[in-house]
């Protein structure tokens, strides 16, 4: 099955320590993004990348960084400069960043708690 | 800056009743169009999309959405709604530029027995 898979589930760390959030999909897509859920925010853009080696800030940077290695992977590092780094942490894909080709597919998420 | 409005937080609704979830989109040219659904602590899941063409696209799970260019709008309809369709709604568009969705922030529905 064709798919997107994130993990841990459920993370918890102590404050002040980086944390790295795994994504893996084998659907051959070549655009990846990681997304940031509160309650009643929606989901706020984090990091995205349309191709391996390359990857762009999106509204909520700060204090997160990738890499985008392979195609099929796309790590997300939350550093203990994020100073509110609880949340439900969703990866998603798509074929391409533009147009019709933007329709993406998510993965479970990961919900962290920082202790 | 884009932007995509979902005007109503909470809807609640009784179960086998209608429902429609309002979605207001800002990209002035052709917009693409998304409807999400997430359950609790899932992801999402793609309910419909509108690209082109024909502007009342069907959805899975019964769902349907109608395109107006007039009122920049791509509401979220279902004749009878059932308990399994309590979760949160998204609506999202992709503009001109090449940076991805942009999200409304979520409508929540709660069915009522």
């Known amino acids: 099955d064709g798919g997107i898979t994130q993990s841990p589930k459920y993370l918890f760390r102590k404050e002040g320590q980086n944390v790295t959030l795994s994504c893996e999909q084998n659907?051959?897509?070549?655009?990846m993004y990681w997304y940031r859920q509160d309650p009643g925010q929606g989901l706020r853009l984090i990091y995205y990348?349309?191709?391996?080696?390359?990857?762009q800030k999106g509204d909520i940077a700060e204090g997160y960084s990738v890499s985008r290695e392979k195609k099929e992977s796309f790590p997300l590092t939350v550093t203990s400069a994020q100073k509110n780094p609880t949340a439900f942490y969703l990866c998603?894909?798509?074929?391409?960043?533009?147009?019709?080709?933007?329709?993406?597919?998510f993965g479970p998420g990961t919900r962290l708690t920082v202790l | 800056a884009q932007s995509v409005t979902q005007p109503d937080i909470h809807i609640t609704v009784s179960e086998g009743a209608s429902l429609e979830l309002r979605c207001n989109y800002s990209?002035?040219?052709?917009?693409?169009l998304f409807w999400y659904v997430q359950s609790p602590g899932q992801g999402l899941q793609l309910l419909l999309k509108?690209?082109?063409?024909?502007?009342l696209v069907q959805g899975i799970k019964g769902f349907e959405a109608e395109f107006k260019r007039s009122q920049s709008s791509f509401n979220l309809r279902k004749p009878s709604v059932h308990w399994s369709d309590a979760a949160e709604y998204f609506c999202?568009?992709?503009?001109?530029?090449?940076?991805?969705?942009?999200f409304g922030k979520g409508t929540h529905l709660i069915i009522q027995p």
């Open positions: 998603a894909s798509s074929r391409r960043l533009a147009g019709a080709y933007n329709e993406q597919f």
């Open positions: 659907l051959n897509h070549d655009a």
């Open positions: 990348s349309q191709i391996v080696n390359d990857f």
């Open positions: 990209y002035g040219a052709t917009p693409y």
């Open positions: 509108y690209f082109s063409g024909d502007t």
């Open positions: 999202a568009e992709v503009g001109g530029g090449a940076d991805g969705l942009t």
